[in-house]
């Protein structure tokens, strides 16, 4: 079992980042100012021209009452998932943002949703100790999975999606199979609460990461841990495997501890964000990343901020919460277009751009999508 060291630095603000990789293979920080630890997240956003982004807000979706902890897109970039402290899970149109369905079954909050692969189901982690499958065609939950014997912080499919993989207060990261609704492996993973779990892009690898501190690899069809990452002067708070979307967790029962930590979209980087507002990137294989420039970063001062890999330039600051932006996602796929309309589907959409979903906590649980101006001069 290896134990890796950092080797690019970011330094957002504090909250939650996302991030599209880079093609070059340096290492860096970015590093947020004082009074909050961000999230991050991975993705493959690639803008289609050097220009600066122009994100501005195009809706601001009510509905929650309390902090909304997480934010998922669906696989077509046409859905958003948002879970809260409020014990419910909604469903927006990205086109419209309307509510289109509204889960309720939790008996506690709610801080992490995950979508499978095929966008018919979506799995919930809450407080109450359970993981919920809801069909989404069918609008009710379909099984509901025992087995953490504390608050589930974390939960995400792997690509197939008949697995699932959990990580708790318990300590413990569970694999379920999705079918039987059972609990296939339990890995004493941790020596503090697990507060983010993912699949790599090929489901063979599972990543894990708690309040301890360390970032953990396991071999999913053994259990064995591979490798272990560290920074013993920054313990790392969460994390999260992402193989092509950019998606945030975040935990609602902690949330001024929750950082955030993703593998790219080729599983051989990870993006840590640790508690001194510093996001880092790890190359844990010795290998270089391929695609992508941007990092967005959500912040305890409100704002949502969104970085350049490479320079390290911070190319736009987003306004409008009210409260510590506790969630961030980005949609790889899709932008809006006002002034293109199909009779059949609607607002078109540019596969080349990305759609910034943020959602923050008590004083303003409203959730916010941003477009950007500037690639809708873009061919």
């Known amino acids: 079992m290896g134990v890796e060291d950092p080797v690019y630095h970011l330094a957002p603000l504090p909250g939650q980042a996302v991030f599209p990789q880079t093609s070059s293979n340096m290492t860096d920080t970015h590093t947020h100012p004082r009074g909050g630890i961000p999230q991050a997240s991975s993705g493959a956003v690639t803008p289609s021209s050097q220009s600066k982004p122009n994100y501005r807000a195009k809706y601001v979706l009510s509905g929650h009452t309390m902090a909304v902890s997480s934010l998922?897109?669906?696989?077509?970039?046409?859905?958003?998932?948002?879970?809260?402290?409020?014990?419910?899970?909604?469903i927006w149109d990205v086109y419209t943002g309307e509510i289109v369905k509204t889960f309720s079954g939790h008996r506690e909050g709610v801080n992490d949703v995950a979508w499978?692969?095929?966008?018919?189901?979506?799995?919930?982690?809450?407080?109450?100790?359970?993981?919920?499958?809801?069909?989404?065609?069918?609008?009710?939950?379909?099984?509901?999975?025992?087995?953490h014997t504390n608050f589930v912080f974390c939960v995400n499919f792997n690509p197939r999606s008949n697995l699932l993989v959990s990580g708790g207060y318990d300590e413990t990261?569970?694999?379920?199979?999705?079918?039987?609704?059972?609990?296939?492996?339990?890995?004493?993973a941790h020596s503090d609460p697990v507060t983010a779990v993912g699949f790599s892009h090929d489901g063979t690898l599972i990543v894990s990461c708690a309040m301890d501190g360390l970032i953990r690899i396991w071999d999913a069809d053994s259990g064995q841990c591979l490798k272990t990452l560290v920074d013993d002067d920054n313990?790392?708070?969460?994390?999260?495997y992402i193989s092509q979307y950019i998606a945030g967790t975040s935990v609602s029962s902690v949330p001024q501890h929750s950082s955030h930590v993703t593998?790219?979209?080729n599983s051989r980087y990870i993006l840590a964000a640790t508690q001194d507002s510093t996001i880092r990137l790890w190359n844990y294989q010795n290998s270089r990343t391929t695609t992508g420039h941007h990092i967005v970063s959500g912040s305890e001062d409100c704002r949502v901020y969104i970085w350049d890999l490479q320079s390290r330039e911070l190319l736009q600051v987003l306004e409008g919460h009210r409260d510590m932006v506790l969630a961030v996602a980005v949609c790889a796929f899709q932008y809006f277009a006002d002034d293109q309309e199909s009779e059949t589907h609607g607002p078109q959409t540019h596969p080349e751009h990305a759609v910034i979903a943020s959602a923050s906590m008590e004083k303003d649980p409203t959730i916010r999508l941003w477009v950007d101006d500037a690639s809708r001069s873009q061919p």
């Open 116 to 147: 499978s692969s095929d966008g018919e189901f979506l799995a919930s982690a809450s407080d109450d100790k359970t993981i919920i499958l809801w069909n989404i065609e069918l609008n009710s939950a379909t099984k509901t999975l025992h087995g």
């Open 72 to 90: 998922k897109f669906n696989p077509t970039g046409s859905l958003l998932a948002s879970a809260a402290a409020d014990k419910q899970i909604k």
């Open 235 to 240: 313990p790392i708070w969460s994390v999260q």
């Open 263 to 265: 593998f790219s979209p």
């Open 173 to 188: 990261v569970r694999v379920w199979d999705v079918a039987r609704g059972r609990s296939m492996k339990v890995l004493p």
